[in-house]
C-alpha cells in the first residue's frame, strides 16, 4: 500500500496538515550535520582566532533562532512554540570539521523534525558563513533526522 503526501489535497494541491484533532503530546527530535574543512580553519577555530570572532558560539545562537523560525522558512510548516532547543557543537578531528547536534522539544500536535533540521542547518551554514574568508572550499554534509519521539507514530531512530 502506498501512502499519499500528507501535504497534498485530494487534487494534488499543496496544503498545510489540519492537526486539530490530533492529541497535544510531548515530542522531541534529534537532528544532526557537519562542516567539513581543512584541518588549519578547525584549528583556528579551535583555538577561537576566527576574524568574525567565537565562530561556535555564534552558530549555536544562529541555530537556536533558526529553529525558532522554522515554520517562516518552510512553507507549509506549523508555527509550534518550542519548550527547548539545544545545540551540541564540537570539533571532529576525524573529519576534519565540526559536528553540529540539535535536539528540538516541544508539546503540540505536530512534530518538532523540521525544527530540529533547520536548526542544525542554519548552524552548519553560519560556521561555513564565520570561516569562508580562509577556507571557500568547506563543504556542509550529513545533514539528517536521527531520531524523533512522540506523536501517533511514536519513536523512530536512524539505524546506521
Known amino acids: 500500500m502506498i501512502k499519499r503526501l500528507t501535504h497534498l489535497d485530494e487534487g494534488g494541491a499543496a496544503n498545510m496538515?489540519?492537526?486539530?484533532e490530533k492529541p497535544v503530546t510531548e515530542r522531541i527530535a534529534v537532528a544532526e550535520g557537519a562542516v567539513v574543512m581543512a584541518p588549519a580553519t578547525l584549528d583556528m577555530i579551535r583555538t577561537g582566532n576566527a576574524k568574525k570572532g567565537d565562530v561556535v558560539g555564534t552558530a549555536r545562537i544562529a541555530g537556536i533562532m533558526a529553529a525558532k523560525r522554522a515554520h517562516e522558512?518552510?512553507?507549509l510548516c506549523h508555527p509550534i512554540a518550542l519548550s527547548a532547543i539545544t545545540?551540541?557543537?564540537?570539533?571532529?578531528?576525524?573529519?576534519?570539521?565540526?559536528?553540529?547536534?540539535?535536539?528540538?522539544?516541544?508539546?503540540?500536535?505536530?512534530?518538532?523534525?523540521?525544527?530540529?533540521l533547520t536548526a542544525v542547518a542554519v548552524a552548519c551554514l553560519t560556521i561555513?558563513?564565520?570561516?569562508?574568508?580562509?577556507?571557500?572550499?568547506m563543504e556542509v554534509t550529513g545533514?539528517?533526522?536521527?531520531?524523533?519521539?512522540?506523536?501517533r507514530s511514536?519513536?523512530?531512530?536512524?539505524q546506521e
Open 128 to 137: 561555513y558563513d564565520m570561516a569562508k574568508a580562509v577556507d571557500r572550499g
Open 154 to 158: 511514536g519513536t523512530w531512530r536512524r
Open 17 to 20: 496538515v489540519d492537526v486539530a
Open 73 to 75: 522558512l518552510i512553507p
Open 87 to 116: 545545540l551540541v557543537i564540537e570539533p571532529d578531528q576525524a573529519l576534519p570539521g565540526m559536528r553540529v547536534r540539535a535536539t528540538a522539544k516541544v508539546a503540540d500536535r505536530t512534530g518538532v523534525e523540521m525544527e530540529a
Open 143 to 151: 545533514i539528517r533526522l536521527v531520531e524523533k519521539r512522540g506523536g
